[in-house]
Nanobody, 125 residues
Framework: EVQLQASGGGLVQTGGSLRLSCVVSGLTFAEYGIGWFRQMPGKEREGVSCIRGRDGGAYIRDSEKGRFTVSSDNAKNTVYLQMNRMTPGDTAVYYC??????????????????WGKGTQVTVSS
């Protein structure tokens, strides 16, 4: 059974940082890309970042470059999303997902091979 377990969400003040973790089990990590998506209140889901398990090739949403970084620990089958200088605009439920194609992951926000349950991130002003 494939499972993606996201954690690390919580309440943080403006300017603070959080690190989200996504632990992946039940699939061959190197054969998938792992992505982070978020859904803000009243808005559609959007892609935040993704990383290729095979070689660590990583992508960050343009608007978050310089604040967010994505990394992976293949030995732990875990992907991290480090979020710095956070603002209330980052408040959302963050999800991790796995798909066999990074190109797919970058092109849409639905129909990934596997999804994890979300973790709530709230940034107070």
């Amino acid at each position: 059974e494939v499972q993606l377990q996201a954690s690390g969400g919580g309440l943080v003040q403006t300017g603070g940082s959080l690190r989200l973790s996504c632990v992946v089990s039940g699939l061959t990590f190197a054969e998938y890309g792992i992505g982070w998506f978020r859904q803000m209140p009243g808005k559609e889901r959007e892609g935040v970042s993704c990383i290729r398990g095979r070689d660590g090739g990583a992508y960050i949403r343009d608007s978050e470059k310089g604040r967010f970084t994505v990394s992976s620990d293949n030995a732990k089958n875990t992907v991290y999303l480090q979020m710095n200088r956070m603002t209330p605009g980052d408040t959302a439920v963050y999800y991790c997902a796995a798909d066999g194609s990074i190109a797919t992951m970058r092109s849409r926000t639905y129909a990934m091979d596997y999804w994890g349950k979300g973790t709530q991130v709230t940034v107070s002003s």
